[in-house]
């Protein structure tokens, strides 16, 4: 199937062509007919499958013909809102706007805290088409009416449920009550957990449902390695295996930002440059950190699990997980940032005796073992126990 055969409009297949879009993945063949149709829809996919793609590219088809046939729009309104949970998902999600219409004369933003108000007040008093947002500064501008959903036509939450993991449920029923009936609802996760349905219940009463399963949970182009290893020597293993296997680039995810400013400052004293995000730096310091990784400048990225689902670079090498994520699936969101595209990749775990059930829930969803690996001079004191496959960990919501 071509992306024509989906009914876009030649504007979208020409920015499409110029990306180096060829044939749409699963997700987006499902998707979008879907929403052209004016379904209210839930739809899971994993990262990387091109769900961004799936709801943008039908919803800026609809505005751009709605725009034919109504006036410009008026004073802080909004036409599509996408809510994400991130400042650089909404960094992300609002580029890959800009990028799909870029042969269309529609306006996009990206609405997020951590900056100056006043420019995003101004440029929202123009109204925008297609506005992604984070749920606080949204509300923000919200209650000092500097916008109105009178005229939103597309409702988007992406990442449900990253967006439950991280709290916001009470600041998106609160968005969800100033919303219009009268809408197009679209809701993407990653997984459909009990907790996601009853986030969607909210949203609307009946949607088509769409779930993508991969074959695999990974890309079988990544290859996923541990090391285990006591807590007080995880920095001296990291240099060592910087230095001695050559790495030329990785991100390194740890669990607390005040770990990633220590680390940083480990890495130094052995000679190792590296830099850090994470939500105890403003928006400007993060994104320029960020520019800097992408572009190669930085070699070494320590970033927190905030970070799992906002960074999009297509050649990243290796993904590191120095402390082990929880819940289990922020593991796959978090390698999901390397072997991207088709192409190689390598996810390396630092593993203590404290991490055993929340390796054994990783490797449950992964539905394998996860090779494990020594390193000479790294004996280890606190033995990890061998995985059991089919641990089951207790809901964490029920």
């Known amino acids: 199937m071509s992306f024509e055969q989906l009914g876009l409009s030649t504007p979208l297949l020409k920015a499409l062509s110029d990306a180096g879009y060829r044939t749409p993945t699963e997700i987006q063949k499902k998707a979008i007919p879907a929403v052209l149709a004016g379904e209210d829809l839930l739809a899971a996919a994993q990262t990387g499958t091109g769900k961004t793609a799936s709801f943008v590219l039908p919803i800026l088809q609809k505005l751009s013909s709605h725009r034919e046939d109504q006036p410009a729009l008026r004073s802080r ?24 219409s870029k ?9 997020y ?4 108000i006043e420019p995003q007040r101004a440029q929202l008093a123009q109204g925008v088409d297609i506005l992604v947002a984070t749920p606080g500064r949204l509300l ?4 000092q009416r500097a916008l109105f959903f009178d005229d939103l036509e597309f409702f988007v939450l992406d990442e449900a449920d990253r967006m ?80 001695e296997l050559a790495w030329d680039q990785a991100i390194i995810f740890v669990e607390k930002k005040h770990s990633a400013a220590k680390l940083v400052e480990q890495l130094a004293k052995r000679d190792i440059t590296a830099d850090s995000i994470h939500s105890g730096r403003s928006q400007a310091s993060r994104e320029a950190t960020l520019n800097e990784f992408k572009s190669g400048q930085l070699k070494f990225l320590v970033a927190t699990g905030i970070a799992a689902r906002g960074i999009d670079i297509q050649d990243l090498s290796r993904v590191v997980n120095y402390d082990m994520p ?9 390698i999901g940032r390397t072997g991207r ?19 054994c829930a990783i490797e449950s969803l992964l539905g394998q073992i996860i090779e494990r690996r020594e390193i000479e001079g790294f004996p280890i004191k606190k033995e990890v126990p061998v995985s059991i496959l089919n641990y089951r960990p207790k809901n964490r919501y029920r």
Do not use: C
């Not at 020597?233 to 295996?241: N, P, Y």
């Not at 929880?326 to 978090?334: G, M, S, T, W």
């Open 103 to 111: 042969y269309l004369e529609l306006t996009s933003m990206a609405l």
């Open 341 to 359: 595209a088709g192409k190689t990749g390598e996810a390396v775990s630092f593993v203590s005796k404290n991490d055993f059930k929340n390796l």
């Open 164 to 243: 439950l993991d991280m709290g916001f449920i009470g600041d998106l029923k609160k968005i969800i009550s100033r919303l219009p009936d009268h809408r197009q609802s679209l809701l993407f996760s990653a997984t459909l957990s009990e907790d996601v349905r009853y986030l969607a219940d909210t949203v609307y009463e009946d949607a088509v449902e769409i779930a993508i399963s991969p074959k695999k949970k990974v890309a079988g182009q990544i290859k996923q390695w541990l090391i285990t290893v006591d807590k007080d020597r995880k920095s001296a293993l990291l240099s060592h295996l910087i230095k």
């Open 113 to 116: 805290g951590g900056v100056d």
């Open 326 to 334: 929880y819940p289990a699936e922020d593991y796959v969101h978090r």
């Open 140 to 143: 923000d501008m919200a209650y």
């Open 77 to 100: 309104s909004v036409s599509a809102l996408i809510v994400v949970p991130t400042r650089e998902l909404a960094v992300q999600v609002e580029a890959n706007v800009q990028q799909y």
